[in-house]
């Protein structure tokens, strides 16, 4: 029980993160290294303004706005000095990793018993008795729920209209008279907005920030993605972003079992590799077998010319 | 008023693969003018075409638009005037996109994409009827990724979505190329008919003579970089197939082959 509540629990936390790189790596088609340095930033502010007593909301709100700007910095380097993606985001990684750092002021900064938005004092009471196990992940889901509507809800405005068309062509952008290289910023800011936000969620429910939970955050990301995308493609009622939430809960699945099945907890960003590794190979034989049905991107599952069905729902 | 001065064009200057495509190309296009662009493979049609709407560097020269120099403006502000169908089917449209999505982006051309809703419901209707015209049964097919479209049907939709706002200046590159004999025969039809309608000065390069010397006010052939042949009204109707293949003829012989 407790097992599948953390499941749940850091499924959805690390699902706001796969979001954002669903927008960069499936909307945007930019492999986006920044993240795992946004994540760990989204920790350290967390750790940083919770252990001064400050508001935890306000603490995601500054998150988002940080995780914005570093996606921002990103963009700028790729589009206005045209550093080709991968590089532009490993150099804001790498850069971003000093800047945490110096956010948290030490490479281990826990933040144990203060308040934080799953344990305060309106929220402890709101839980009392025997729904307190339920307390971190009713809160994570609300905030998850919020997060992904409002995505959506980008999604199909003219603005999340011109994203979806800059990766897919970025020629029709140019021709509708928008400039291509602000699109991609934009699409950028948000999607860092997102991993920062998860990770000062994670912070917040872990209780603490260390300087090296950034390395592998790209890699979880995608398999969330990869997973939901794969597992639930020929369902055509789920949203994406629905079905990489998903995703993301099943990926942690996955992990938590090959731990209890007694893989050393040490060995984790070796199960995370393997498991992804093994996800791609599978995703991509049944992408294979399933012919080019050309991907829908369709933000409201529309476009999905059925095929032979060995889709597996999974809920 | 569109106008090409001294325009001069390389491809990579200063490699031993330096071409010259256009060296003092001169061309003046006037208001409301439907131009037939011919002229063999590699004869600058195409990077004309770019060089008109700012998709590539020039060397040396100005493009100008109604008198105003904007040989510096960046391509995608240039686009706002500007509907193009390109030689390419898949660069007029959004393959992950359905048709509606599509449709849905094009209609918002020329205001600012914010945070409205993109898709206007009461718009489908219109674009259901538009690509009723085309005779290829799209309208049957609005919530179907573009990119499982045929290509033909691809550059019918772009068409379609190119003309969909208010333009200044239509560029059409082989826009007929990928079609079949009677959907080509439909989408010039339609080309005609949108030019007629809208006023909308036209440039469109053609491989298909017989549509060069039936549509449009004017005909130009390209050749090495210059206009070799330009001819207007009165003339140009009194020109058949037959003259332009016989020009085509001499340059090819003057080639020595
Ligand atoms: N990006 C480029 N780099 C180098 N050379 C190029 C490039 N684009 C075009 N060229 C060369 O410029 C010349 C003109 O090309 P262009 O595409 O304008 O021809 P075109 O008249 O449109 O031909 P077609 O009828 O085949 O479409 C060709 O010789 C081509 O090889
Ligand atoms: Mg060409």
């Given amino acids: 029980m407790t097992l599948l509540l953390s499941v749940f629990e850091q499924g959805m936390i690390y699902s706001i993160m796969a979001l954002g790189i669903y927008i960069t790596y499936k909307i945007l088609d930019f492999p986006d290294l920044t993240v795992d340095g946004s994540f760990p930033m989204g920790a350290a502010i967390a750790a940083a303004m919770i252990s001064r007593d400050m508001n935890p909301v306000l603490a995601l709100l500054t998150a988002c706005v940080a995780g914005a700007a570093a996606g921002i910095c990103t963009g700028v380097i790729h589009v206005k000095f045209k550093v080709r993606d991968l590089l532009a985001g490993i150099i804001m990684m790498t850069a971003l990793y000093t800047v945490h750092l110096c956010i948290a002021g030490k490479a281990n900064l826990p933040i144990y018993g203060k308040s934080t938005i799953f344990e305060n004092g309106p929220v402890d009471a709101l839980f009392a008795g025997s729904l307190r196990p339920f307390k971190t992940v009713v809160i994570i889901f609300l905030v998850t729920m919020i997060l992904k509507y409002l995505l959506d809800w980008y999604l199909s405005t003219k603005s999340g209209f011109i994203l979806r068309a800059v990766g897919d062509n970025d020629t029709i952008v140019t021709s509708m008279g928008v400039d291509k290289g602000t699109v991609k910023i934009v699409g950028l800011a948000i999607s860092n907005a997102l991993v920062t936000m998860s990770g000062c969620l994670f912070a917040q429910q872990q209780r603490f920030y260390d300087a090296s939970m950034g390395p592998g955050t790209m890699v979880i990301g995608l398999a969330s993605v990869i997973i939901g995308m794969s597992l639930l493609r020929k369902v055509s009622f789920i949203r994406l972003t629905s079905s990489v939430v998903i995703g993301s809960i099943i990926y942690k699945g996955c992990v938590a079992v090959a731990i209890k099945l007694g893989m050393p907890s040490a060995f984790l960003k070796l199960i995370t590799a393997v498991l992804f590794l093994a996800i791609l190979i599978v995703s991509m034989e049944r992408s294979a077998k399933a012919k080019p049905a050309a991907q829908s991107a369709g933000g409201n599952g529309s476009g999905n010319p059925d095929g032979d069905s060995d889709a597996k729902v999974v809920e | ?257």
Avoid: W
């Fill in chain 2, 1 to 257: 008023m569109l106008e090409l001065r001294n325009i001069q064009k390389f491809y990579n200057r200063g490699t031993v693969n330096e071409t010259c495509i256009f060296d003092d190309f001169n061309l003046r296009i006037e208001e409301g003018e439907f131009v037939s662009v011919v002229g063999s493979n590699g004869s600058g049609k195409t990077t004309m075409l770019n060089i008109i709407c700012g998709s590539i560097p020039i060397d040396r020269g100005s493009v100008m638009i109604d008198g105003n120099d904007i040989t510096g403006q960046r391509e995608y502000v240039r686009n706002r005037i500007i509907g193009r169908v390109y030689q390419n089917p898949s660069s007029g449209v959004c393959p992950s996109m359905n048709i509606i999505e599509n449709m849905a982006i094009a209609d918002n051309k020329g205001s600012s994409y914010g945070l409205g809703r993109c898709i206007n419901k009461q718009r489908i209707e219109y674009y259901r009827s538009l690509l009723s015209d085309l005779n290829l049964g799209l309208e049957d097919k609005m919530h179907i990724p573009v990119g499982s479209l045929s290509g033909g049907q691809r550059q019918a939709l772009s068409l379609v979505m190119s003309t969909l706002k208010p333009l200044q200046f239509l560029i059409l590159d082989e826009h007929t190329a990928a079609l079949d004999p009677k959907t080509a025969e439909v989408i010039m039809e339609l080309t005609d008919k949108i030019v007629r309608e809208k006023h909308v000065t036209t440039i469109m390069v053609t491989h298909n003579l017989k549509y060069a010397v039936e549509y449009g006010n004017r005909l130009i052939m390209m050749h090495e970089g210059h206009a070799i042949m330009d001819l207007n009204g009165e003339v140009k109707k009194n020109t058949g197939v037959d003259d332009i293949l016989g020009k085509f003829y001499e340059i090819s012989i003057e080639r020595g082959n």
